[in-house]
């Protein structure tokens, strides 16, 4: 039995290792990332700068570190389930290494994901560039896996527009950034709780399990109750493991499907164009545009389109007749095609999802 919704304390190498095979849908890991700092840094004022220095992020030398890469690697692919898939974020410190044991694994590399962040730390001696960004890679357990993706929820998260590799995001600050009772941060590297928003929500669904073996102060825990997953958490660190249930048992859980899934549109159920016709939605006569006004086409009362241009008369289906008049191979007559609402243009999916709304299906 998976200990579902639970921190286990202990090393996450053994602890993953007892779990049954395949049972787990996503993994997320923060790794410690060998930042291999020398020495005390300051700021121009002489003020310290709170980095990273805590012994789980040192190690004797590359070697070690890889060898610790494929062994927590190892085991998290062991446990993934064959259409799961793995997340991991790392900087130019660590990240290149982490990509070369992962592949060499067997792991197959769907993106990497560049996190720029919108207030990031300066670089303080003035001797490189400000490091302003980190980077995930995203990959799924082997080649041929089908791993999820849920792009038109990404699509809708990024206001209708294909969501890029980039992501520009504030670092953990403010309320969200958890401090000890001395105020300092509990956790050095804490992740905002918008970039796991951002994993957790592409790629898996309510009612998965999500795994992170580093779990830290709980920010993928907490995220994944807020969407309806179920989390498992790995954490060597006792202080950092209470503060993370102390979050989570303050984070709200919604149980509601109908808010927390979203299945891919090719998945919803298939709504003719005729019916929008015969409900009255789309009147037999009505004009209906492409997005620039260029094509023009008026709606039959049998469900189909009739429209001309330079390219000659046009009778068919509103994927057939948009792609005439384009002069395209193919065409989404759904998202193609326009219709007048108080003097603006709204795509025709707005009144296909209406009915399945209405209808609930």
């Known amino acids: 039995m998976l200990p579902l919704n639970r921190i286990l304390i202990g090393d996450c190498i053994a602890l993953m ?3 049954p095979a395949e049972s787990v849908d996503l993994v997320f890991a923060d ?3 060998n930042l291999q700092l020398g020495g005390e840094l300051l700021r121009p004022n002489h003020s310290r700068v709170d980095g990273v220095d805590d012994d789980w992020d040192k190690f004797q030398d590359f070697e070690t570190y890889d060898r610790f890469t494929q062994d927590w690697m190892a ?14 974020i790392g900087s130019y410190h660590n990240i290149f290494r982490v990509g070369a044991t992962l ?3 067997g792991f197959w590399v769907l993106n990497d994901i560049v996190w720029r962040k919108t207030n990031p730390m300066p670089n303080f001696r003035g001797t490189r560039f400000a490091n302003a960004h980190e980077t995930l890679i995203w990959a799924a357990r082997d080649k041929d896996a089908r791993y999820r993706f849920n792009y038109d929820a990404m699509k809708s998260l990024n206001e209708d527009l294909q969501m890029r590799s980039d992501w520009v995001l504030p670092i953990c600050s403010g309320p969200e950034r958890l401090r000890d ?3 300092r941060k509990a956790h050095p590297t804490q992740k905002p709780e918008a970039l796991l928003y951002r994993v957790i929500m592409s790629s898996s ?10 779990f830290g102060t709980g920010t993928t825990g907490a995220v994944a109750k807020k969407l309806g997953r179920n989390w498992i958490g790995l954490e060597r660190d006792e202080t950092y493991a209470k503060a993370a249930k102390a979050r989570i048992d303050a984070a709200q859980f919604l149980d509601d499907p109908s808010i927390l899934d979203t299945p891919p549109k090719r998945q919803a159920p298939r709504i003719p164009f005729g019916w929008l016709v015969e409900r009255g939605l789309l009147r037999p006569g009505t004009s209906l545009y ?3 006004r260029r094509c023009i086409a008026r709606v039959r009362a049998d469900g189909t389109l009739i429209g001309s241009n330079a390219r000659g008369d046009h009778r068919g289906s509103i994927h057939q007749v948009g792609a005439a008049m384009a002069g395209l191979p193919a065409c989404n007559g759904w998202t193609f095609w326009h219709y007048e609402d108080a003097d603006e243009l709204r795509p025709i999916d707005v009144l296909r999802e209406r009915i399945r709304s209405e209808d609930r299906i």
């Open 17 to 19: 290792n007892e779990m």
């Open 31 to 33: 790794p410690p990332y």
């Open 290 to 292: 492409d997005q620039r």
């Open 181 to 183: 009772e001395d105020g």
């Open 75 to 88: 085991a998290a692919r062991r446990i993934l389930k064959p259409e799961g898939s793995l997340w991991v």
């Open 205 to 214: 669904r309510p009612g998965d399990t999500v795994l992170d073996p580093f």
């Open 103 to 105: 592949q060499n694994l």
